[in-house]
């Protein structure tokens, strides 16, 4: 349609300014956390241009296809300036996110060097853990505070330090926190008020993360989850986030072997090829891999990992093609590898007449450099929506997201150009500009 339709412009939203300081919370000052802000502060310095980052380096077309309005996202909406961002987060382990980025190994020291005095200078706070969530891990800088109450009390106290101290104008926390023992929701996640009485009886379905989110929501600062584990997507956090007006997304960040099927799978589909199985496996050998060698933490990955193809295939409306299909998903803790993944997929797919083909992929992939961007974005994607006056689960912001979380009723998509499509339009309809849908009209 043409870009001028009067009667179908959507009307700009009210956007507040991104004046002043956001500061950037992550729980887990691990190798994402690590990885993302060492990435920031290199751009800043012009070390580096801020590689993988839609916010960043993507453009954006605006109007019909021959009006040439291409503008770079960054300069078409009021995203903060990286310049403007400040970094703070908790770990039970990392002192800072100097040690952190050595520990995870991820940077090469030649790379960290000139960033060492401002990354050594962001020092972690005490974790709220506990080790029942995470049995591998053992925390030694952690809150010495036993009730979950008092827990996310002091929580809340470090979040307004913070604000303090670095005069943020503005928080958003991302979880960068390792993944959680796998978990079903129970009666205690229902609503605000059986949480908080949850919080004070220190009911043992609680897990750390969902204290951290409790305490974010009720500073009213906007919540990403990067990990699989159950936190924002509680029903008690979605009516949280809705009465404070807090904008949420989860959950856990599409990277490596999930964003290869992401890519692929709606491909196959695109041209109506069959799928009989996809058998993916991995070996990893940082700490999250050391974490998802226990079977319960694993269970929270496996969970979120084997819900993409069932949601971009449709098995219920083609099931000639998408039917019956094998996916398993491994993951196998192999410290030599480190950060360094190795992720293998055999996929069977299958075509005319019925005739077998199978496609290997063997991505060499760096977990971290892939899930920094997404750090960066979802924090200047979901500020931007608060000041936008959004509040609840962002769905637009699922093409970062493994296992995204719906608005309404009905499932996310998964299908990462679609994902894109809705991003974009999203965009462009908050700053008063039509959706672009690609067809020959427009
Ligand atoms: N790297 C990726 O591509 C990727 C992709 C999707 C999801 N994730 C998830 O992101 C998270 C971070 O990954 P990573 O590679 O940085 O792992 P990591 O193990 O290097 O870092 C996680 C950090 O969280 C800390 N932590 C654990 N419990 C905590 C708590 N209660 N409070 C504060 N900190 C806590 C750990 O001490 C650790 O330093 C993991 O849950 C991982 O599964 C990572």
């Known amino acids: 349609m043409p870009q001028d339709a009067p009667s179908s412009t959507p009307t700009a939203l009210d956007i507040a300014p991104a004046t002043g300081k956001l500061g950037v919370l992550t729980p887990g000052l691990g190798a994402v956390a690590s990885t993302f802000i060492a990435g920031v502060v290199a751009a800043r310095q012009g070390l580096t241009a801020p590689i993988g980052s839609v916010s960043q380096m993507a453009h954006i077309r605006l109007g019909a296809r021959d009006d040439d309005r291409n503008p770079l996202i960054r300069e078409f909406v009021p995203l903060a300036e990286l310049d403007d961002l400040v970094f703070g987060g908790w770990d039970p382990i990392s002192a800072n996110v100097l040690e952190a980025a050595r520990t995870a190994g991820v940077l090469e020291e030649r790379d960290l060097a000139p960033l060492s005095a401002e990354l050594e200078g962001i020092v972690g706070m005490d974790a709220v853990f506990d080790q029942r969530w995470v049995k591998k891990l053992d925390g030694v800088r952690v809150k010495d505070i ?194 360094n993944k190795e992720g293998w997929d055999n996929i069977d797919i299958f075509g005319w007449l019925g005739y077998p083909m199978q496609i290997k992929v063997d991505f060499l992939c760096r977990d971290s450099i892939l899930a920094a961007p997404i750090v960066l974005d979802l924090a200047l994607f979901l500020d931007l929506a608060h000041r936008a006056g959004q509040s609840g689960v962002q769905e637009w912001l699922s093409f970062y997201l493994k296992a995204p979380q719906a608005a309404g009723e009905a499932e996310a998509e998964h299908d990462l150009f679609i994902q894109q499509t809705k991003l974009k339009n999203t965009l462009r309809e908050w700053m008063g500009e039509q959706p672009v849908t690609h067809s020959e009209a427009g």
């Open 146 to 339: 036993a009730s979950k109450w008092d827990q996310a009390q002091a929580l809340i106290a470090d979040i307004e330090r913070f604000r303090t101290e670095n005069d943020c104008d503005r928080l958003v926390m991302v979880w960068c926190g390792s993944t959680e023992a796998y978990q079903e929701p129970s009666a205690v996640h229902d609503t605000v008020e059986a949480f908080e009485a949850g919080l004070r009886a220190d009911d043992e379905n609680i897990s750390p993360s969902q204290i951290y989110v409790y305490a974010a929501l009720m500073s009213d600062v906007p919540f990403a989850n990067g990990a699989p584990n159950l936190s924002v997507d509680l029903p008690c956090m979605i009516e949280l986030a809705g009465t404070r007006g807090v904008p949420i997304a989860g959950k856990d960040f599409k990277t490596g072997q999930t964003l290869m099927k992401t890519l692929l799978a709606p491909g196959f589909k695109a041209r109506m090829l069959g799928l009989r199985g996809w058998y993916s496996t991995n070996i990893l050998g940082n700490r999250d891999g050391e974490v998802l060698d226990d079977p319960e933490n694993f269970k929270t990955k496996e969970v979120s990992k084997l819900g993409v193809l069932d949601t971009i295939l449709q098995p219920e409306s083609y099931p000639e093609l998408y039917g019956e299909i094998d996916h398993v998903v491994r993951i196998n803790y192999y410290p030599p590898r480190g950060d």
